[in-house]
């Protein structure tokens, strides 16, 4: 999806979600009846009771505005959900091992008015071929799927879109570095046991459910802000292991990647890029040295032909440092994050959708 916002008339368009996880709480759910022209009519999740009793707890908290704490309802199945209300898009914030399955459903069930859109949590599939198939069952019904890649529509990577076109860093993009060691921003995960909380396994931490380890959940987010900056990643090469540390409880899921690779030629890169090397490390396997010695990384550093970019690469809030030739730093930029992650982009499919 480009994202750009439609400066039509707003009407409202009008959502469902299928799936209450942790994801709804404060990144993304409010979302979708607080961005302007739109309004959250129905939630979805298979345990039985479970939408209703979330909908009551908000109507306790005053979470809703008055208009949806009168008209939401809460389903146990997307077809009877589907059925009964008329909605215009769908968000899908089940675990990626569902999505598929739940898309099928979707496009399979007996709507009450035409879908325009399906807002699909990322990463969208498990695999490559789950993602395609995804594209693929929505564009047959001429339905937009639009992944959740909802840094792209932060303040903060717009910025980093206004620098690289002032020439900050020079006038090409000669190598993309980020590194990544410790689980740093992930939700639900603690690093003193291994990166599960309690006895029940994180879905991040399930190769069934995640399609991988943690480098499925946040490393697309990163690959994803270099394809809308840059262009394509090609020429991957990579290593992949199964780290661990010491510690016999820990998930058997990939836990350490590097890769090296090369952006490749197309129409969108913010500046020439082609050519450009690309070398990402993630790892996320449980540390039993001193943290000091040891801690946590999440570095994202831009390089051109006369400076950089570095900053964080996972939070919305986190500031931009420019560098010259010889990094030194030339200035910091500092953001405030949204309350919600995801309503920027939210903001901006509501705009293109009426």
Not at 13 to 22: H, R, T, V
Not at 169 to 175: A, K, L, M, P, S
């Amino acid at each position: 999806m480009t994202v750009s916002s439609s400066n039509g008339n707003f009407d409202e368009i009008k959502w469902g979600i299928i799936g209450l996880g942790d994801v709804i709480t404060i990144k993304a759910g409010p979302a979708f009846y607080k961005a302007n022209g739109s309004t959250l009519s129905a939630v979805m999740r298979r345990t039985p009771g479970f939408a209703q009793q979330w909908i009551e707890e908000n109507k306790k908290e005053h979470n809703f505005p008055r208009n949806v704490a009168e008209s939401i309802k809460g389903y146990d199945t997307v077809e009877a959900m589907l059925r009964d209300v008329e909605l215009d898009a769908l968000y899908v914030a089940t675990p990626p091992g569902a999505h598929l399955e739940v898309i099928r459903q979707i496009v399979n069930a007996n709507s009450a008015s035409p879908l325009k859109a399906i807002y699909v949590e990322k990463p969208c599939g498990r695999c490559a071929w789950e993602t395609r198939a995804i594209y693929d069952e929505l564009s047959r019904r001429n339905i937009k799927f639009i992944p959740a890649y909802v840094s792209l529509a932060h303040e903060r990577t717009q910025k980093i879109k206004d620098l690289l076109q002032s020439l900050v860093i020079g006038d090409r993009v000669t190598r993309v570095q980020y590194t990544q060691r410790g689980t740093s921003f992930a939700r639900g995960l603690s690093e003193s046991t291994g990166g599960a909380q309690g006895l029940t396994l994180p879905w991040r931490l399930n190769a069934k459910q995640s399609g991988g380890g943690l480098i499925m959940d946040m490393g697309c987010h990163i690959l994803s802000r270099i394809d809308y900056l840059f262009g394509p990643i090609h020429d991957i090469k990579s290593t992949v292991l199964h780290k661990g540390g010491m510690l016999p409880s820990y998930p058997l899921v990939e836990d350490y990647v590097s890769m090296n690779a090369t952006i490749g030629l197309c129409d969108w890169s913010v500046i020439p890029a082609q050519g450009a090397k690309v070398v990402c490390t993630w790892d996320f396997s449980p540390s039993l040295k001193n943290d000091n010695d040891h801690p946590n990384v999440d570095e994202l550093i831009i390089g051109g032909t006369k400076g950089f970019l570095r900053m964080g690469g996972m939070g919305a809030g986190l500031p931009i440092e420019i560098l010259d030739k010889d990094r030194t730093i030339i200035q910091t930029l500092e953001f405030d994050p949204p309350e919600h992650a995801a309503q920027p982009l939210i903001q901006l499919v509501v705009g293109d959708l009426i």
